[in-house]
């Protein structure tokens, strides 16, 4: 699934293209990937609107509209794309927003995973305020980060996947976020010391702003608009690797399943403590 890096590559590579364009008209081919509108609703919502911006939030993809807002989740294997509506077509167009320069912004989904919606203005902050901190941006204080902790009992690592902690980590981030860190993925949130909260802080910017250097990561189906994969996915220091050794200190990397996610660690420098 894309995550934070991957959102942020295809929002900084879509934006010159559509910011300042006029939605002609707009397709949806899976009605189930909109909610709450129907197609037919949402095709009228953003026909004749003019794109403000685009901007990412969490995973989401924003595009601002004069009234409203276009957001998209990518899901699992969805991928993002401009180009004239004279292109050759590919299969997996699930929806096909048209704009008064002959260009469309493409949604390509093959397992349908990703959803969309419109969202009216007066309804978009109280949408988006529901996510957590976004680590790109915002200055996450350790006094912050302690008390959103100090009741939670779970392992850090499937904490680091609520998208009211740190809107936009995901399954993968989270792991190199913890190896970045030295943090144990299994060591119940609250027991962490302060030291280990500074280092989370720390590691959550230094880990999401490399992947983004590198256009994010490309593992089975991610594409950058532009048609490129990402290629952070070489430099995983733990994802992925279990039976290889540590880049840091040689140990063994090992896997295991927290709540039913696959999770990397360095047995030598991740020591449960």
Not at 77 to 95: D, I, K, L, N, W
Not at 106 to 128: E, H, K, M, W, Y
Not at 147 to 168: D, F, H, V, Y
Not at 206 to 223: H, P
Request: contains cysteine; positive net charge; hydrophobic residues 35%.
């Amino acid at each position: 699934m894309p995550e934070l890096p991957e959102v942020e590559t295809v929002v900084r590579m879509i934006r010159p293209k559509l910011r300042g364009r006029t939605i002609v008209d707009a397709r949806f081919a899976v009605p189930r990937q909109l909610r709450p509108q129907t197609p037919q609703q949402a095709r009228k919502l953003v026909r004749n609107q003019r794109v403000r911006d685009v901007r990412r939030r969490g995973k989401h993809i924003l595009i601002e509209l004069q009234h409203g807002a276009l957001m998209f989740h990518l899901g699992m294997t969805g991928t993002m794309y401009v180009g004239p509506a004279s292109r050759e077509h590919h299969s997996h167009e699930r929806a096909t927003v048209e704009l008064d320069n002959g260009h469309e912004l493409v949604l390509r989904d093959p397992r349908t995973f990703g959803r969309i919606l419109f969202v009216p203005a007066s309804q978009l902050d109280a949408r988006l305020d529901k996510l957590g901190w976004e680590p790109l941006t915002d200055q996450v204080t350790l006094e912050a980060l302690r008390e959103k902790l100090a009741s939670r009992t779970i392992g850090i690592k499937p904490l680091l996947l609520n998208q009211s902690m740190w809107a936009g980590i995901g399954n993968i981030y989270a792991s190199e976020i913890l190896w970045e860190a030295r943090v144990h993925p299994m060591k119940p949130a609250q027991r962490l010391t302060r030291a280990q909260c500074e280092r989370i802080i720390a590691a959550v910017s230094v880990v999401l702003r490399r992947a983004v250097e590198k256009g994010g990561s490309s593992i089975r189906d991610f594409m950058s608009p532009e048609g490129e994969a990402g290629t952070y996915q070489k430099q995983f220091r733990v994802y992925d690797r279990a039976g290889q050794p540590c880049r840091r200190c040689g140990g063994n990397i090992v896997r295991i399943v927290q709540a039913q996610r696959s999770t990397y660690y360095c047995q030598e420098c991740q020591k449960k403590r």
